[in-house]
């Protein structure tokens, strides 16, 4: 199957003065925080819509401070990479905006322990080859010379050893489409290991740390992984260990450094797989292929304890994104599934220092404008304050909540339910330990329980479902 192409999608809006037939209008309503439909424990982060014009290629980060970052091919400045950071209630550019030197294409943020931002790209004002930039806290410079391949470059990928100096990872056209990958000494770019780690064509590269993943032509477009051990490349596991072709391929580590890979299946009609390395094979993560459809922009991120998230676009029956867990046995969907207000393409996930998730994406019905959603629920730790006296059950719920006192509260003598926009829902007397709520009628969103007692005040929150 021919995969969808971003790059060729934009093309073709970027040539009209209109957006394509089909394709619905932005929409300049005014921002709500919640995302209206069906499954408003979905809320936006800041205003969708918020880059200047069409966003492709995000990629979202976060750093050890838990800043949020967002870098994007902005059209709104000449398809250069621009970068993002959200303050708490809006985005605001990292830098100027626009900041390569020409157009720039499969960009690669990330962030070493010193909270220093670095971006590798594909550089088309150096023949397309890659360069990298780092964020020096005024603005965007260069690390070593602009255009480190041997040719143009495609899927960059960006990492960093143990003394935070970057790798860099990419598809290099000079040597046949093989994967290369070099390392900044301080100084200047070196190769690390042979100068073609694959053995034929590399696509989907991913690096993390002293480990690389990637589609595998020389394989039959299998998945294949490998480590730097003494400056070689070895694999990891075997060569072409996936059953089928391994489109959007990503890469990440549990809390144990244990790898997993997520990606488009070929052998599962498209669907996602998520496998992983233990006893010197690779295994499933639950069944694989376990998308409702075919996934499309495949993006992995593990939480703690050791639990894999995938957010992608589910392609080709609604094109919205969608964000599944493996919940121990099984994949279950997070939130609703399709939970962007249009198709998604570039879906990037990230999760907070809380475990929380967040997807970025180029959303249709915002004009392919770069959109950033969270989803807020218990499971990501936002009900109960540390010693809060009285805890609610359960979150999300569907017909009814429990309030139960947890200690010596006192006794509770007053209770209201407020929605998000402050609106009283209901407010009664009450005594006792427990007491249930029915919540069956409440519109989905996200809800406030604010009450008093002899001896405590709390405000708690649920997400109504």
Same mark, same amino acid.
């Given at each position: 199957?021919?995969?969808?192409?971003?790059?060729?999608?934009?093309?073709?809006?970027?040539?009209?003065?209109?957006?394509?037939?089909?394709?619905?209008?932005?929409?300049? &309503?005014?921002?709500?925080?919640?995302?209206?439909?069906? !499954?408003?424990?979905?809320?936006?982060?800041?205003?969708?819509?918020?880059?200047?014009?069409?966003?492709?290629?995000?990629?979202?980060?976060? $750093?050890?401070?838990?800043?949020?970052?967002?870098?994007?091919?902005? &059209?709104? &400045?000449?398809?250069?990479?621009?970068?993002?950071?959200?303050?708490?209630?809006?985005?605001?550019?990292?830098?100027?905006?626009?900041?390569?030197?020409?157009?720039?294409?499969?960009?690669?943020?990330?962030?070493?322990?010193?909270?220093?931002?670095?971006?590798?790209?594909?550089?088309?004002?150096?023949?397309?080859?890659?360069?990298?930039?780092?964020?020096?806290?005024?603005?965007?410079?260069?690390?070593?010379?602009?255009?480190?391949?041997?040719?143009?470059?495609?899927?960059?990928?960006?990492?960093?050893?143990?003394?935070?100096?970057?790798?860099?990872?990419?598809?290099?056209?000079?040597?046949?489409?093989?994967?290369?990958?070099?390392?900044?000494?301080?100084?200047?770019?070196?190769?690390?290991?042979?100068?073609?780690?694959? $053995?034929?064509?590399?696509?989907?590269?991913?690096?993390?740390?002293?480990?690389?993943?990637?589609?595998?032509?020389?394989?039959?477009?299998?998945?294949?992984?490998?480590?730097?051990?003494?400056?070689?490349?070895?694999?990891?596991?075997?060569?072409?260990?996936?059953?089928?072709?391994?489109?959007?391929?990503?890469?990440?580590? !549990?809390?144990?450094?244990?790898?997993?890979?997520?990606?488009?299946?070929?052998?599962?009609?498209?669907?996602?797989?998520?496998?992983?390395?233990?006893?010197?094979?690779? &295994?499933?993560?639950?069944?694989?292929?376990?998308?409702?459809?075919?996934?499309?922009?495949?993006?992995?991120?593990?939480?703690?304890?050791?639990?894999?998230?995938?957010?992608?676009?589910?392609?080709?029956?609604?094109?919205?994104?969608?964000?599944?867990?493996?919940?121990?046995?099984?994949?279950?969907?997070?939130?609703?599934?399709?939970?962007?207000?249009?198709?998604?393409?570039?879906?990037?996930?990230?999760?907070?220092?809380?475990?929380?998730?967040?997807?970025?994406?180029?959303?249709?019905?915002?004009?392919?404008?770069?959109?950033?959603? %969270?989803?807020?629920?218990?499971?990501?730790?936002?009900?109960?304050?540390?010693?809060?006296?009285?805890?609610?059950?359960?979150?999300?719920?569907?017909?009814?909540?429990?309030?139960?006192?947890?200690?010596?509260?006192?006794?509770?003598?007053?209770?209201?339910?407020? !929605?998000?926009?402050?609106?009283?829902?209901?407010?009664?007397?009450?005594?006792?330990? %427990?007491?249930?709520?029915?919540? %069956?009628?409440?519109?989905?969103?996200?809800?406030?329980?604010?009450?008093?007692?002899?001896?405590?005040?709390?405000?708690?929150?649920?997400?109504?479902?």
């Amino acid at each position: 199957m021919k995969n969808l192409s971003i790059s060729v999608l934009i093309l073709v809006i970027s040539s009209l003065s209109i957006l394509p037939s089909g394709i619905a209008q932005p929409n300049f &309503h005014q921002h709500q925080s919640l995302k209206p439909g069906s !499954d408003s424990c979905w809320q936006y982060v800041g205003t969708p819509g918020f880059s200047g014009g069409i966003a492709t290629g995000t990629c979202l980060t976060f $750093d050890y401070l838990g800043n949020l970052y967002l870098a994007f091919v902005d &059209h709104a &400045h000449g398809n250069h990479a621009s970068v993002m950071m959200y303050d708490g209630s809006t985005w605001t550019y990292v830098g100027t905006p626009g900041f390569t030197t020409g157009p720039a294409d499969y960009l690669s943020l990330n962030v070493n322990y010193f909270d220093t931002l670095y971006i590798a790209y594909q550089d088309a004002s150096n023949s397309w080859k890659a360069s990298v930039m780092k964020f020096d806290g005024t603005d965007w410079v260069l690390v070593g010379t602009p255009g480190i391949s041997t040719g143009a470059v495609a899927y960059t990928s960006i990492s960093f050893d143990d003394a935070q100096l970057p790798y860099v990872a990419y598809q290099d056209n000079g040597i046949g489409g093989k994967l290369s990958v070099k390392k900044f000494t301080g100084s200047y770019w070196v190769t690390i290991g042979n100068i073609g780690v694959s $053995d034929g064509v590399a696509e989907y590269i991913n690096i993390v740390n002293s480990y690389v993943a990637y589609k595998d032509y020389a394989n039959g477009g299998r998945a294949t992984v490998k480590m730097l051990d003494a400056g070689n490349w070895i694999v990891v596991g075997l060569v072409g260990f996936s059953a089928g072709s391994s489109d959007y391929l990503n890469l990440g580590f !549990d809390y144990y450094n244990r790898p997993y890979v997520a990606f488009m299946d070929g052998s599962e009609a498209g669907k996602a797989t998520v496998m992983t390395f233990k006893s010197g094979n690779w &295994h499933n993560v639950g069944n694989p292929g376990f998308s409702p459809g075919m996934a499309a922009f495949v993006s992995l991120a593990i939480g703690y304890p050791n639990v894999p998230y995938v957010a992608f676009q589910d392609y080709p029956d609604s094109l919205n994104a969608t964000l599944m867990k493996f919940n121990g046995t099984g994949w279950e969907t997070f939130g609703s599934p399709d939970f962007s207000d249009g198709h998604a393409y570039s879906t990037s996930l990230a999760l907070n220092p809380d475990g929380l998730p967040y997807v970025a994406y180029s959303d249709s019905t915002w004009g392919f404008k770069a959109v950033v959603m %969270k989803y807020d629920n218990v499971a990501t730790k936002i009900n109960e304050p540390e010693g809060s006296s009285f805890s609610l059950y359960p979150n999300p719920a569907t017909s009814a909540i429990i309030i139960e006192q947890n200690r010596d509260g006192g006794d509770l003598i007053s209770l209201e339910i407020l !929605d998000g926009m402050g609106r009283k829902m209901a407010d009664q007397e009450m005594t006792g330990t %427990k007491t249930l709520i029915g919540i %069956k009628n409440y519109p989905p969103g996200i809800y406030f329980v604010r009450f008093r007692s002899l001896k405590a005040s709390n405000v708690l929150k649920f997400c109504k479902e």
